[in-house]
């Protein structure tokens, strides 16, 4: 970790905090989702350098250690895809391997779609490929409980008052344990989503009391407005993209025991093979034990997908 070199560049007026380690042209950009940052990517990010990689962790617009919007609320998925092409700009390179998790999914999707000729290849963790508006979900989300945490954080002012009770660290002490979860959280209608999980309840084998610590510093420092807005807020909205194909190879590493698989719709949307119409040359990989979080619970077995995939596809 103390190899890791962290710097600052230029996007739409605004200082993106960059993470990097490593040397050479084969750079690998990781994205990263909610409740994360670049910290999310400690393990992969050391693992490809040692293999001769350039890794690169930046931190979105309104997290972590990045500036805000000057109007949080008005963020969008386009303004933070123009930023991974500010900071690809700002650091001289001309093409990328895209790795991201979660919401990150999207961001990368939208990029090699409107940029093809930046992306090297992309892998997806905890989201598949999707677009905003999650066009291929769209006759499955009526399913939806309305006590579901997306739907109820979608709210303005919702889930602000509901994180309101408690510090940025336990915030994100919950979130990670119900996100670690095999089943997605859903509040009854007279209860909170913050209120499903004990703030002392024990963290999951695989996340220490000092890993939160530095999750609880950064969220503290920056807190959720922009968090609420992208993805939350913005998740339903179209981009437009959706006739669009994805040339990139990719690859998505499914945790089976991820929550997420119980989206309605979105598992038989994998594993029916109907992903590959948007992303022709497409791998999946599914880990049976892997969890929401599965690049932190199994480090080791996600590194050697991703470098093995990234070697198989460097130019």
């Known amino acids: ?34 409740p ?31 500036e805000h919007p000057s109007e949080p609320e008005k963020a969008t998925f386009n303004d933070f895809v123009d ?22 999914a999207f961001v990368a999707a939208m990029l090699a ?22 066009s291929p979900l769209q006759s499955q989300l009526p399913l939806i409980p309305p006590g579901f945490y997306m ?31 095999s089943l997605p959280p859903v509040a009854a209608d007279n209860q909170e989503i913050m209120d499903l999980v004990d703030s002392s309840a024990p963290l999951p084998p695989w996340f220490s009391e000092e890993e939160l610590a530095e999750y609880g510093s950064l969220y503290e420092k920056c807190g959720f407005r922009t968090a609420l807005q992208v993805p939350y807020r913005t998740m339903m909205v179209p981009c437009g993209l959706d ?18 698989m119980k989206f309605p719709g979105l598992e038989d949307y994998i594993r029916s093979g109907k992903i590959k119409e948007s992303v022709p040359n497409l791998d999946v ?5 892997g969890n929401h979080f599965v690049q ?7 590194n050697q997908l991703i470098i093995s995939f990234l070697n198989k596809h460097c130019e």
């Open 243 to 260: 006739d669009r194909k994805i040339t990139a190879p990719g690859l998505v590493i499914v945790g089976e025991k991820d929550y997420i």
């Open 285 to 289: 990989t599914f880990m049976s034990e």
């Open 36 to 66: 994360e940052i670049w910290y999310s990517w400690r393990h992969q990010m050391i693992a490809v350098a040692n293999a001769g990689y350039r890794a690169i962790s930046v931190d979105f617009r309104g997290y972590g250690l990045s």
């Open 296 to 302: 932190e619970q199994a480090p080791e077995e996600v």
């Open 151 to 181: 739907l109820r954080w979608m709210i303005p002012g919702k889930a602000e008052a509901d994180f309101a009770r408690f510090d940025a660290k336990t915030v994100i002490r919950k979130v990670y344990i119900m996100f670690s979860g």
């Open 113 to 134: 779609i409107l940029y093809p000729d930046r992306v090297s290849s992309i892998v997806l963790l905890g989201v598949p490929f999707l677009l905003p508006g999650l």
């Open 1 to 34: 970790m103390d190899k890791i070199q962290h710097s600052h560049v230029q996007a739409k007026g605004l200082k993106l905090h960059v993470a990097e380690i490593g040397t050479g042209p084969k750079v690998v950009v990781f994205l990263h989702g909610f």
């Open 83 to 104: 930023d991974v092409v500010a900071l690809l700009d700002s650091l001289g390179i001309t093409k990328a391997h895209i790795v991201a998790k979660d919401f990150g």
